[in-house]
């Protein structure tokens, strides 16, 4: 039998990126105003995209554009700027983040997702550049949206026969960067899927193999794998390996709120018996449709 195609094999990663230099939601107008000095951190990474398909700035402005990189948010600055600091001002008006900026540099980035808490909270953000006694203002919408837009089973290289884990393609459609630290399984017929668990930490992956990968940036699309199987079933379950439908739920996990994505899985073929001394197996053949409905709790 011939190996199917696999999703480890397509870049093992499924990501894609939409577009390249596009601009979040300007302010408008500098304001020129006196910024209260606050203490905070620079944080290190590379850059991807985001947009709100929103005009681009005032040729005057020192802002060039709003990118993001992982966890972070990147803000682009002209190459003749006087910019000393960048503050990001919360919906509530305090402050969330802040960064010095470097003499001679045009690129800051400011990390607003953590995996140790205080991840920023979805809402519109004021993005201030000081510049001596004097401020330029733009407003950022920050708002992750979390979609599940497949699920695959992962087949034996070897056979070609389902190993019963699944592939999950997420996809932040949103304006903001998130993490997915768990996608976890609801009435999976193995008794030790991985699970749905109650707040924020940091799980494994089998994919990606980078956990800073975890974050999806706006634009992103990601495959993930956990490392125990979903469909694996024996002589005792409600379902069988011929013919059967098995209804489960896929969970994914975020600061920002968890998916619900129910899916609808056709197994047959009989049992994949790669290793005679268990007691459950996956099936042969998995066919796996996304099922209307599910909740977002973000």
Known sequence: MMPRDNP?????????????????AWSGTALLSGIAGCS???SPGGGTDSTTGSPSPSADSVFEGVDFAGSNLVVSLTEDHDVDRLNLIAPDGSTFEQATVAEGATQVEMQIVFKTGGSYSAGEYDLV?????????MTVELQPEIQVVDVEPEFDEDDGYSSGRLFVTVENVGTGPTWVYNIGFQ????RNAPQVIDGVADTTFEQPEDSDREFLSP???????KQ???????DNDDVSCEGDTAELTVVVQTPHGDIEQP??????GGYHVDDQGAIQHPCREVQIELVEGGEQNA
């Open 187 to 190: 009435n999976a017929p193995y």
């Open 129 to 137: 550049a000081v510049i001596g006694e004097s401020s330029e203002s």
């Open 40 to 42: 905070g951190t620079d």
């Open 228 to 234: 125990r199987g979903v469909l694996v079933i024996d």
């Open 219 to 225: 634009e992103t699309q990601r495959a993930f794998l």
């Open 263 to 268: 899916i609808r899985a056709q197994l047959s």
């Open 8 to 24: 480890a094999h397509t870049d093992r990663e499924l990501e894609r990126f939409i577009s390249r230099r596009r601009l979040l």
